[in-house]
T-cell receptor, first 114, second 114 residues
Framework: AQSVTQLGSHVSVSEGALVLLRCNYS??????LFWYVQYPNQGLQLLLK??????LVKGINGFEAEFKKSETSFHLTKPSAHMSDAAEYFC????????????FGKGNQVVVIP | ETGVTQSPTHLIKTRGQQVTLRCSSQ?????VSWYQQALGQGPQFIFQ???????GRGNFPPRFSGLQFPNYSSELNVNALELDDSALYLC?????????????FGPGTRLTVL
């Protein structure tokens, strides 16, 4: 079975400060890893994905994440937070082959303080 | 290109009733997955349909059932509704050929069970 762990349900960050959201995964097979963003009353939008190519992945809106197999981590960062980054962020894992079902973490609610 | 659409947007049901939620896949996609997102939680995989056949199921009871139609649209049916079924139901479509199948999410249907 695959799973991800996201610690700290609410994350507060000052505008202009570093955004760091942590994600650790558990998988018995090589994983694909994803970060999704969800704005209020909306569905999920893909921020970025790791699909066994480059370990440092760049996504939309200035976000990036680094796959570290030794640490089973896929942390999300953004150098400078904007007010528009206030949203809920989910890390997810799936298998490379077969059913591409996603297993999500519980999410991080990001609050940006002006 | 039309994205994933879901209907209705919101609905309210009472305990014991039955409900049908609908999803139209993105053009060219042949796979639909359904997820349940309870308040404050990450989405949980319900099941997936590929070419009109169930292709994997999460830890949900049989009163959660689905269909996929020849045009790859899909329905999620829930019988004997319980209060805990109140959630946002997300549909995601993908094209399942090859090793990587990105899922594209619809805006969701908010179900409230009273």
């Amino acid at each position: 079975a695959q799973s991800v762990t996201q610690l700290g349900s609410h994350v507060s960050v000052s505008e202009g400060a570093l955004v760091l959201l942590r994600c650790n995964y558990s998988s018995s097979v090589p994983p694909y890893l994803f970060w999704y963003v969800q704005y209020p009353n909306q569905g999920l939008q893909l921020l970025l994905k790791y699909t066994s190519a480059a370990t440092l992945v760049k996504g939309i809106n200035g976000f990036e994440a680094e796959f570290k197999k030794s640490e089973t981590s896929f942390h999300l960062t953004k150098p400078s937070a904007h007010m528009s980054d206030a949203a809920e962020y989910f890390c997810a894992v799936s298998r490379i082959y077969g059913n591409n079902r996603l297993a999500f973490g519980k999410g991080n609610q990001v609050v940006v303080i002006p | 290109e039309t994205g994933v659409t879901q209907s209705p947007t919101h609905l309210i049901k009472t305990r014991g009733q039955q409900v049908t939620l609908r999803c139209s896949s993105q053009s060219g996609h042949n796979t639909v997955s359904w997820y349940q997102q309870a308040l404050g939680q990450g989405p949980q995989f319900i099941f997936q349909y590929y070419r009109e056949e169930e292709n994997g199921r999460g830890n949900f009871p049989p009163r959660f059932s689905g269909l996929q139609f020849p045009n790859y649209s899909s329905e999620l049916n829930v019988n004997a509704l319980e209060l805990d079924d109140s959630a946002l139901y997300l549909c995601a479509s993908s094209f399942s050929e090859g090793s990587y199948n990105e899922q594209f999410f619809g805006p969701g249907t908010r179900l409230t069970v009273l």
